[in-house]
């Protein structure tokens, strides 16, 4: 376990020395935080059935910025690696394949937790100023930034994937745009087609990231989204690792 913490503080390292980590995180920072002040702001014109912490959730301006980070953060995992030929050294040492790959993968979902760490002060800024709370219960809170760290972990996996196939870091970031974007609305099929049938219907809503975070952000904790995410995570995990071993014997 040694060699993968070391190889693990490496990536952190790595990404607290870059300036994209920065410039994700400012950027992010600012759209999250216009977000929640126009949802508060919307809030205060007219009478609302939810919370400003469902409306920060499950906002238009929340999911643009959500969906872009991933391919940010992780365009660099693998494919920065395979360009500058850094990959063979680090191939050559006693460590193994998935130690590598487990690395790569929590360095990037560290530094994804940390950009929603400053989130927590929007509330707590809101409670400062109105003297309520933004969510009902605390169980809303938690079951919000649970579903961001399912989501984050199966999005970090499949930018992982992306990332490994290629050697130039803005193709991995295309392919992973796609690939998250296609996932994204997918979900939202269900409330473009009106005439499909139920089970179709049930079928979509078990992939729609919208109708999770609608759920969880209301404190409703379902398990069969986190058995979702984390088994697809699993699989874009080992399809890296496939991939990776492909690469690294054609090298």
């Known amino acids: 376990m040694r060699k993968f913490y070391t190889l693990l503080s490496r990536e952190v390292r790595s990404y607290l020395h870059s300036p994209i980590a920065y410039i994700v995180l400012v950027f992010f920072l600012i759209v999250s935080g216009i977000d929640f002040y126009f949802q508060v702001s919307f809030m205060n014109q007219r009478q609302v059935q939810y919370t400003a912490q469902e409306a920060f959730f499950n906002s238009v301006f929340f999911w643009f910025a959500f969906v872009l980070i991933f391919p940010l953060i992780t365009m660099r995992l693998f494919a920065e690696e395979f360009k500058l ?77 992306t990332s490994v196939l290629t050697s130039n870091q803005i193709i991995a970031a295309v392919i992973s745009f796609c690939a998250i974007t296609l ?19 049930d079928l979509l809503g078990y992939f729609s990231a919208i109708e999770h975070m609608g759920t969880f952000s209301r404190g409703v904790i379902d398990t069969r989204p986190i058995v979702l995410y984390v088994s697809m995570t699993i699989v874009m995990l080992t399809l890296t690792y496939q991939a990776f071993q492909s690469r690294k014997w054609r090298l």
């Open 85 to 161: 030929g850094t990959i063979e050294p680090l191939t050559t040492v006693p460590v193994r394949d998935w130690q590598v790959i487990l690395s790569k993968f929590f360095g990037a979902l560290i530094f994804y937790i940390i950009l929603w760490i400053p989130t927590l002060l929007y509330f707590a800024v809101f409670l400062k100023i109105t003297h309520q709370p933004a969510a009902h219960s605390a169980g809303a809170y938690c079951g919000s930034y649970l579903m961001l760290l399912l989501l984050g972990m199966f999005y970090v996996s499949i930018g992982c994937l």
């Open 183 to 201: 996932l994204f609305f997918l979900g939202l099929v269900q409330f473009i087609l009106l005439d499909v049938s139920s089970a179709t219907r």
